[in-house]
């Protein structure tokens, strides 16, 4: 395998988190994730998608460690066993991770005015500022977010969807992090400001050439934004490739019928879907199919499907796991 | 002049007086709304958050919290629905409209097993015995595409996925062949591939029953697959209507264009 030049900031390899589950009145476990790998480069965006079930927010709380993982690592440049760290290690590289949530009020304490939820990562997370220096970094990252010096003494629920949303985005960047993970930060959101807040993220990607992990069910949120894309079903890694690459051409039967399922805006193509391109629904992580995870859906199932698990493997600039992916 | 549509609303406003009775903290949730469905006929309504779609599916229901004020006229089949006794609004909602709601999950009854909550309607409407209106509730669980129905009738709702308890909805709007389907937002809790099936099946159900569809949602991909008709809704009001077409290709209004501009697309190879 040829790697790029430069080593990724973020490397990820065979990551596996699984949770105890009672079912059926027996302690089980529940296989969320399972041998995920990737990199982050610096300043790129990588889209994480696939449906609910697939283990999108399991990997993103993974890699900040607010979930256990138990099984592969996880490297931060210069050679961090992220997975390793405890204690005050941890503590010191929190800063270079953050995290967006999906709902911008619900991720703030409802009696903390903006200004001290805006000034806490710093008063944990760099000790060594004063006060006066914490309160400046808190006016100009509000303002880069597009919010007001007057909203610091309000309380999270005088601010709509949009702005609250904002400012989880300049909570996270308050520590000036150098790999931001976004959980869906667009759905809550009406359509207009969604646009409003895709912008700002664009922007605040090339100003600050963040590295971004942006998990998403919004396709055309993740094609907009992403560099690359990689494609979970059942916690395990079906397609990984660059956003344009993928768009144009994906390459596994999941990926094609993700984007083939988008609803489109225009009655002229929009008319001609009488059939969904997918039946059935995602299978249980309790009860997993063997071999290939999603032959019980894939419309191009053959025997070796159920027998064999396939790998990821290069096709075309792409990485895939599928035993037909080179005839499809 | 044509004969009256199926449903007819004509100046319909609702609003929300404040609590201590001064002008200052009333809502006017709508504002002068005429709206026509005919019979058959799928009319989408789209707009953000607040823009008073649902208020007009929970006005025709009467479902309206009791604090509204409601004015102007609903008629469905020439018949009013505002301020119609109870009743004779039962008599229809239920059995001549159905409603779809948004999240199955808390429109069905956790308490009961599929088979009777779907039975429960032909019973009620139709004046079925139980065995009847149980084996045609095992029908629809087919019609609607549930994969073993004999099994999935005897569980409760938690026991679904999201897809199948919107395919329970589903049914259930059916069951006792309603001539004006409501849908609020009926596929925005699902997955994108689930939501593609949901709408393939809204389309076949509407090809079968011939019922017509008011369907609310604040996504233009979703009415431009179903619908013939779109209005545009905004502050309580109705800001264009237009044949489905028309609207998406030469969009009168400003905000519909806004509204169309701000729609993410997919860029997808021809």
């Known amino acids: ?328 | 002049m044509s004969t009256e549509a199926l449903l007819q609303i004509r100046s319909l406003s609702v609003h929300y007086p404040a609590a201590n009775g001064r002008a200052a903290g009333a809502v006017q949730a709508l504002c002068g709304v005429d709206v026509d469905v005919a019979a058959g006929e799928c009319l989408g309504l789209v707009g953000e958050s607040g823009s008073g779609k649902t208020a007009i599916l929970l006005s025709i229901l009467g479902l309206l919290p009791p604090n509204a004020r409601l004015g102007g006229s609903i008629r469905f089949r020439g018949s009013e629905l505002a301020g119609m006794p109870l009743k004779r609004l039962n008599e229809i909602r239920g059995s001549r409209i159905a409603m779809i709601f948004q999240d199955p999950m808390s429109a069905l009854n956790p308490y009961m097993r599929i088979i009777d909550q779907l039975s429960e309607v032909p019973r009620v409407h139709g004046g079925l015995s139980r065995r009847a209106a149980e084996q045609r509730a095992l029908e629809l669980l087919e019609a609607v595409h549930i994969g073993e129905p004999q099994r999935r009738a005897r569980q409760y709702p938690h026991e679904l996925s999201g897809g199948m308890r919107q395919r329970i909805m589903i049914a259930m709007a059916l069951i006792a062949e309603p001539e004006l389907i409501l849908a609020d937002e009926p596929t925005t809790a699902l997955d994108v591939t689930v939501q593609a099936q949901i709408l393939a099946l809204l389309q076949e159900m509407r090809g079968r029953t011939g019922a017509a569809l008011l369907l609310v949602t604040h996504d233009l991909g979703v009415v431009a697959q179903l619908a013939d008709r779109i209005g545009v809704m905004r502050h309580g009001q109705v800001v264009e209507q237009a044949d489905c077409l028309a609207l998406y290709e030469h969009p009168q209004h400003e905000y519909t264009r806004s509204l169309l501009a701000a729609m993410p697309r997919l860029r997808l190879p021809a």
């Open chain 1, 1 to 328: 395998m040829i790697s790029p030049a430069p080593a990724p900031l973020l490397e990820t390899r065979n990551l596996g988190v699984s949770y105890a589950v009672r079912h059926a009145g027996r302690l089980v476990r529940l296989r969320a994730l399972d041998a995920v790998s990737f990199d982050l480069a610096r300043a790129e965006t990588l889209g994480i998608v696939g449906e609910s079930g697939s283990g999108k927010s399991t990997l993103a709380r993974a890699l900040l460690r607010l979930i256990p993982a138990d099984a592969g690592t996880v490297r931060l440049q210069p050679g961090i066993d992220l997975m390793g760290l405890r204690g005050a290690a941890l503590r010191s590289v929190r800063s270079r991770l953050q995290m967006i949530f999906q709902d911008g009020v619900a991720a703030l304490d409802p009696r903390q005015r903006i200004g001290e939820a805006l000034e806490e990562p710093l008063v944990v997370l760099k000790p060594q500022l004063t006060e006066p220096q914490r309160r400046e970094r808190v006016r100009s990252l509000l303002e880069r977010v597009g919010l007001e010096t007057g909203h610091l003494d309000r309380f999270p629920h005088q601010f709509s969807g949009g702005q609250a949303q904002r400012i989880g985005i300049a909570r996270a960047l308050m520590v000036e992090p150098e790999i931001v993970v976004c959980d869906e930060p667009l759905s809550s959101l009406d359509v207009s400001i969604k646009a409003q807040i895709t912008a700002l993220l664009r922007q605040l990607q090339q100003d600050l050439q963040l590295s971004m992990l942006f998990i998403a069910h919004d396709l055309p949120a993740v094609q907009q934004l992403c560099d690359r894309v990689l494609v979970l079903y059942l916690g395990r890694v079906m397609e990984i490739a660059p956003s344009a690459a993928l768009f144009d051409r994906p390459r596994h039967p999941y990926t094609r019928a993700l984007l083939q399922s988008v609803p489109i805006p225009d009655p002229r193509v929009a008319r001609d879907r009488r059939t969904a391109p997918l039946a059935g629904e995602i299978p249980s992580s309790l009860a997993p199919p063997s071999g290939c995870v999603f032959r019980t859906r894939c419309p191009f199932v053959i025997d070796r499907c159920a027998k064999e698990v396939p790998v990821l493997r290069y096709i075309g600039g792409a990485e895939v796991a599928c035993h037909r992916a080179e005839e499809l």
